[in-house]
């Protein structure tokens, strides 16, 4: 246990190690793989909502959203990063190229899943009111959608928080990932104590994404008491890394 | 962590710059010659060890998860604080979950650690693929088994498990491509696994060719162990098919 303590003081000094030359600090790493993070996130987002939220609403290629999700999110994230070292070497672009692309598969199948699902005869009755389509995406569709879209997006960001810090080991720095990659400068207990803040950060992440789930969630929905309080924790489906 | 550097095998599998073979001194994307020296020694031992790892970790998390579900499918306040702490564990990201698991009594860089973290990613799915797939048979179904004389145990076994097959068996494909994913992060604790070449090739210079077999090999196990569940799911449950049609 007194490794867990010796971590403590780790994150009190702020990733120090004493008598070691100063080294990059716990806060700074902690942004950097936020940023990446975040940077990947949006690439993802800006290619798969739009795509998968555009197919519900046509009721097309459930296949391609489906299957295809399904197939891609058995991809292991250290694996595609190693294959996009291979090609691209080590660097920022390759790992920016593998969040993305991993990222993407679960907010593709859940926009799509949310927009397909909702209910014909609600959307029947917005045509009937004189909606265009457009009305109808806009007004309806996404509306009822939000919950389960915004669970992609969860699933999404969670994997990709966790996978930037995978990225270290693929030889990448700039992460939290770094400090464990290298117990040589940071000792046991500096691997623990940024062990230690990689799964604050992800429940934070978590936490704060669920926090703003209920916030977008329109009232309607929540008084219908289509979300319960566990729900709002518990990830739909998706893969951990 | 030092480790890495471990997981070159005794005879050194990438000569480098000093390698008698053309491809390998040019570090080219695909060395082929390498592929079939290092077949043996390296890459299918890192296979096989892959697949146990994936087997011990899933048939525990099933058995774990099942009995769960049972529990919580007849005592209804079981579930919540299952799902809350298998969340928690879900949510943890693998690097940091095998770390704080190393220096706990009984664990170190062994394969116990790796299995522990791989079993604890496959319960939040499992639990939750199988509690729901029980609840959603008809209340009708069950009220049927009842009529023809079953007794709650005979109509669990024989009506109400069968008919959460489907949802059992997409969450054993979920946690099954989840542990093979996180099963190559744990060769940084235990050494073994396609993670070992992919980490050994990285710090050997990042060596191309092995990083792209041993990737494309964890890629295609992950494809390869989903489509055969996909077929064992049609094979048991070959009404959901015909009932598609």
Same mark, same amino acid.
């Given at each position: 246990?007194?490794?867990?303590?010796?971590?403590?003081?780790?994150?009190?000094?702020?990733?120090?190690?004493?008598?070691?030359?100063?080294?990059?600090?716990?806060?700074?790493?902690?942004?950097?793989?936020?940023?990446?993070?975040?940077?990947?996130?949006?690439?993802?987002?800006?290619?798969?909502?739009?795509?998968?939220?555009?197919?519900?609403?046509?009721?097309?290629? &459930?296949?391609?959203?489906?299957?295809?999700?399904?197939?891609?999110?058995?991809?292991?994230?250290?694996?595609?990063?190693?294959?996009?070292?291979?090609?691209?070497?080590?660097?920022?672009?390759?790992?920016?190229?593998?969040?993305?692309?991993?990222?993407?598969?679960?907010?593709?199948?859940?926009?799509?899943?949310?927009?397909?699902?909702?209910?014909?005869?609600?959307?029947?009755?917005?045509?009937?009111?004189?909606? &265009?389509?457009?009305?109808?995406?806009?007004?309806?569709?996404?509306?009822?959608?939000?919950?389960?879209?915004?669970?992609?997006i969860r699933t999404s960001a969670l994997f990709v928080v966790s996978t930037t810090t995978i990225s270290a080991l693929t030889g990448y720095s700039g992460? !939290?990932?770094?400090?464990?990659?290298?117990?040589? &400068?940071?000792?046991?207990?500096?691997?623990?104590?940024?062990?230690?803040?990689?799964?604050?950060?992800?429940?934070?992440?978590?936490?704060?994404?669920?926090? !703003?789930?209920?916030?977008?969630?329109?009232?309607? !929905?929540?008084?219908?008491?289509?979300?319960?309080?566990?729900?709002?924790?518990?990830?739909?489906?998706?893969?951990?890394? | 962590? #030092?480790?890495?550097?471990?997981?070159?095998?005794?005879?050194?599998?990438?000569?480098?710059?000093?390698?008698?073979?053309?491809?390998?001194?040019?570090?080219?994307?695909?060395?082929?010659?390498w592929v079939s020296r290092n077949w043996a020694t390296v890459l299918w031992p890192a296979l096989r060890q892959h697949v146990e790892l994936t087997l011990?970790?899933?048939?525990?998390?099933?058995?774990?998860? #099942?009995?769960?579900?049972? #529990?919580?499918?007849?005592?209804?306040?079981?579930?919540?604080?299952?799902?809350?702490? @298998?969340?928690?564990?879900?949510?943890?990201?693998?690097?940091?979950?095998?770390?704080?698991?190393?220096?706990?009594?009984?664990?170190?860089?062994?394969?116990?650690?790796?299995?522990?973290?791989?079993?604890?990613? #496959?319960?939040?799915?499992?639990?939750?693929?199988?509690? @729901?797939?029980?609840?959603?048979?008809?209340?009708?179904?069950?009220?049927?088994?009842?009529?023809?004389?079953?007794?709650?145990?005979?109509?669990?076994?024989?009506?109400?498990?069968?008919?959460?097959?489907p949802a059992i068996i997409a969450g054993l494909r979920i946690a099954t491509v989840t542990v093979i994913s996180l099963a190559t992060v744990a060769s940084?604790?235990?050494?073994?696994?396609?993670?070992?070449?992919?980490?050994?090739?990285?710090?050997?210079?990042?060596?191309?060719?092995?990083?792209?077999?041993?990737?494309?090999?964890?890629?295609?196990?992950?494809?390869?162990?989903?489509?055969?569940?996909?077929?064992?799911?049609?094979?048991?449950?070959?009404?959901?098919?015909?009932?598609?049609?």
């Open positions: 246990m007194n490794n867990f303590v010796e971590a403590f003081k780790f994150i009190g000094r702020n990733g120090q190690v004493p008598g070691a030359p100063p080294l990059p600090s716990l806060v700074h790493l902690t942004l950097e793989t936020v940023k990446i993070a975040g940077i990947a996130m949006a690439i993802a987002l800006v290619i798969a909502i739009p795509l998968g939220v555009w197919l519900g609403h046509i009721h097309r290629g &459930s296949f391609v959203a489906i299957n295809v999700g399904n197939i891609w999110r058995a991809l292991p994230s250290l694996a595609v990063l190693a294959i996009g070292v291979a090609f691209l070497g080590i660097g920022l672009g390759n790992v920016l190229l593998a969040l993305s692309v991993l990222a993407v598969p679960p907010m593709i199948t859940n926009a799509y899943v949310a927009v397909d699902g909702v209910d014909r005869d609600l959307v029947d009755a917005a045509r009937g009111m004189g909606m &265009s389509g457009w009305e109808i995406l806009r007004k309806v569709e996404l509306p009822l959608g939000i919950p389960l879209i915004f669970a992609g992460s !939290l990932g770094d400090i464990i990659n290298n117990e040589t &400068s940071y000792h046991l207990s500096g691997v623990l104590g940024a062990a230690i803040c990689i799964a604050v950060l992800a429940l934070v992440v978590e936490f704060a994404l669920a926090g !703003l789930q209920r916030l977008v969630t329109p009232r309607g !929905l929540k008084l219908a008491g289509r979300e319960d309080a566990t729900s709002a924790f518990v990830p739909i489906v998706g893969e951990s890394s | 962590m #030092t480790v890495v550097f471990a997981a070159t095998p005794v005879i050194p599998n990438f000569g480098g710059g000093s390698s008698q073979f053309a491809c390998e001194r040019a570090n080219r994307l695909f060395c082929p010659n011990i970790a899933v048939a525990i998390g099933f058995v774990l998860s #099942t009995a769960l579900a049972l #529990t919580a499918y007849r005592r209804h306040w079981v579930e919540r604080p299952v799902l809350i702490i @298998t969340a928690i564990l879900y949510t943890i990201p693998s690097l940091a979950l095998f770390e704080l698991l190393e220096p706990l009594p009984g664990f170190g860089l062994s394969r116990t650690t790796a299995e522990v973290a791989l079993v604890s990613y #496959t319960l939040l799915i499992l639990f939750r693929n199988t509690l @729901t797939g029980l609840r959603e048979v008809p209340a009708e179904v069950r009220d049927a088994a009842r009529g023809m004389g079953m007794s709650d145990r005979q109509s669990l076994l024989r009506v109400e498990l069968p008919l959460a097959l940084l604790i235990d050494n073994e696994g396609l993670g070992s070449p992919i980490l050994a090739a990285i710090s050997n210079e990042v060596f191309k060719t092995e990083l792209i077999v041993a990737g494309g090999m964890a890629v295609l196990l992950a494809l390869l162990a989903d489509g055969l569940l996909v077929l064992l799911q049609r094979r048991l449950t070959p009404w959901t098919r015909a009932r598609a049609v």
